[in-house]
C-alpha cells in the first residue's frame, strides 16, 4: 500500500504545480490563542539579540487590489491613521525597553503600502523607529515598499533622506487591460513615472514585482512587461504566479483560473537569465553584475525578527507571535481598532502565535533554505540540528527520486523542475499538524 507521503508526492507531480506561496512557515494561518500571556522581556532575554530583524507594518493602501490577501485596509479614515501611528508609536516604545541592549542586523517598513502614509508621516514612524528602538536604517541593510500611485518624489525622499536603500515596488504588469482584470486600477504612465521617481531618488536597490497568469495574458505581453522593466535595469526582480484565494475581490469571482502560468514562469525565467539576472529562488531574480551587497541576502524570515504593527509577525527560536490574521476588510478594520486601543502595557505580552517543537524548528529550516536555488548545505544542518537533513526528513530523497531534488557538492538542491515547482514542493512539506490548523483556521 502507498503511503499518504508516497500518494501526495504523486498528486504533486501530477497536478498543478502552483499549490501555495511558502513566504512564512507557520504560516499565520496556524497561529491560535496561547495559553496564556506570554511576557516578551524573558522571551526575548533568551533569544540571541546580536542583529535582530525590525520589521515595522504599515495596514494601509490606496486601494485593495483584486488578488491581493495581505493584511491591510484600503482608504482608511484620516482618524484610524492618526490613532495607528500613536499606537504604533507605544508599540515601539515598548519594544525598545525589552530590547534596549540588542543588536539591528536589518529593517524593513513593510504593509500594506507604506507610502500610503504621507511624508510627514513616514518622517514620523521612521523617527520613533529611530527614537525607541535605536534602528537607523542607513546603518543597516533597509527596506521599505512602495507603489506606483504612492512613490512620490515627497515620499521617496524621507525615505531616501532616512537612508532606506531599497526601495520595492508592485508592479504587476505594464499593461492596463491586465491589470484592471486583476483587480487593479493602473495607468502604465503612472508606473512610468514612479519608476522614474525611484531612479532619479537613487535608491541603491530597485526590487519590482510582475505578476503572472492573469487572465488573457500572453506569453508576448508577459515578455513586453519584463522588457519595459528592463529599461530600469532594477537590482532585483521578483516574478509571482497569480493566485486567487478566498476573500480577495477575485476569489469572491468564483472563476477557474489558470493555466498557463508554469509556460509564462519559464518564458519570464529564461528572459531574465538571457538579460543579466540570476535566479535566487523561483521567485527572485537579481542582476549578475551587482557586487556582493549588504542586501544581497536579504531575507526577512529568519529567526530573531522583531515585528511592531498590528499586522507584523515575530519570530523567536521556539515562539512565533503576532496579533491576529484576518483577509476581509472588515475583520481586518476590527483588528486595527482593538490594536490602536492597545496601552503600552499591553504590547509586553504575546497572546496569540504557535510554540515551535524541535521538529517545527528543523523543518522551518528546511524550507527557508531548499526553496532558495542555494539549497540546504548539509553541514550547515547538522551544526544546528546534529544531523544531516536526509535523516530527518526522507521527503529529501523521495524529491530526488522524482527528479525534484539533487544532492551536489554538500548541497540538497531543488532541481530545475523542482524549483519550478516550488509551489507544491513548500505546502507539501509541511508537517501534519500545521496542516490541519490552516485547514481549520481560514481568518475572515
Given at each position: 500500500?502507498?503511503?499518504?507521503c508516497?500518494k ?19 504560516h ?5 490563542s ?67 541592549d ?20 513616514l ?18 541593510p ?9 512613490a ?25 487591460h ?11 504612465t ?5 519608476l ?14 510582475l ?32 493566485y ?32 543579466g ?21 536579504y ?10 504593527g ?14 491576529e ?27 496569540h ?53 539533487v ?38
Open positions: 500500500m502507498n503511503s499518504p508516497t501526495t508526492m504523486a498528486r504533486m507531480l501530477g497536478e498543478s504545480p502552483y499549490q501555495g506561496y511558502v513566504y512564512g512557515y507557520p499565520k494561518s496556524a497561529y491560535r496561547l495559553p496564556g500571556p506570554v511576557p516578551l522581556a524573558p522571551l526575548w532575554q533568551a533569544q540571541d539579540r546580536s542583529a535582530l530583524f525590525y520589521y515595522v507594518h504599515i495596514p494601509f493602501c490606496e486601494m485593495r487590489c483584486g488578488f491581493c490577501n495581505l493584511f491591510t485596509r484600503a482608504n482608511p479614515r484620516e482618524a484610524m491613521v492618526a490613532d495607528y501611528l500613536a499606537a504604533l508609536g507605544r508599540h515601539m516604545e515598548t519594544m525598545g525597553e525589552i530590547l534596549s540588542s543588536g539591528c542586523g536589518g529593517f524593513a517598513l513593510g504593509g500594506g503600502t507604506p507610502t500610503y502614509l504621507a511624508p510627514d508621516e518622517a514620523r514612524v521612521l523617527d520613533d523607529a529611530r527614537r525607541f528602538l535605536g534602528v537607523t536604517p542607513a546603518s543597516v533597509s527596506s521599505a515598499e512602495s507603489s506606483p500611485a504612492t512620490t518624489p515627497e515620499r521617496l525622499a524621507v525615505l531616501r533622506d532616512a537612508g532606506v536603500e531599497r526601495l520595492s515596488i508592485g508592479i504587476q504588469s505594464f499593461h492596463e491586465e491589470t484592471a482584470r486583476s483587480g487593479r486600477r493602473q495607468a502604465e503612472e508606473v512610468h513615472a514612479a522614474s521617481a525611484i531612479r532619479d531618488a537613487g535608491f541603491p536597490v530597485l526590487n519590482t514585482d505578476i503572472y497568469g492573469i487572465e488573457g495574458q500572453t506569453v508576448a505581453s508577459w515578455l513586453s512587461s519584463i522588457a519595459k522593466l528592463l529599461e530600469y535595469r532594477p537590482e532585483e526582480s521578483y516574478l509571482y504566479p497569480l486567487v484565494r478566498p476573500l480577495t475581490g477575485l476569489g469572491r469571482q468564483a472563476r477557474a483560473w489558470d493555466d498557463q502560468r508554469l509556460e509564462l514562469y519559464r518564458a519570464g525565467r529564461d528572459f531574465l537569465l538571457a538579460n539576472y540570476r535566479q535566487v529562488s523561483m521567485r527572485m531574480f537579481r542582476r549578475t553584475d551587482l557586487p556582493a551587497g549588504r542586501t544581497a541576502g531575507r526577512c524570515q529568519q529567526d530573531g525578527m522583531v515585528g511592531v498590528c499586522g507584523a509577525r515575530s519570530y523567536t527560536r521556539h515562539l512565533h507571535y503576532s496579533h490574521y484576518a483577509v476581509s476588510g472588515k475583520a481586518v478594520q476590527a483588528i486595527i481598532t482593538a490594536y490602536s486601543r492597545l496601552e503600552r502595557g499591553e504590547f509586553a505580552v504575546a497572546r502565535g504557535m510554540l515551535l517543537d524541535d521538529n517545527e524548528r528543523r523543518r522551518r529550516y528546511l524550507l527557508q533554505s531548499l526553496l532558495q536555488a542555494e539549497g540546504v548545505r548539509r553541514e550547515d544542518y547538522r551544526a544546528q540540528f546534529g544531523d544531516f537533513p536526509e535523516n530527518h526528513f526522507g521527503e529529501l530523497n523521495m524529491l530526488a527520486d522524482g527528479g525534484l531534488a544532492l551536489i557538492d554538500g548541497n540538497w538542491r531543488l532541481t530545475p523542475a523542482g524549483l519550478e515547482r516550488s509551489d507544491a514542493v513548500g505546502p507539501w512539506l509541511y508537517s501534519e499538524p500545521v496542516r490541519r490548523l490552516m485547514g481549520a483556521g481560514e481568518a475572515g
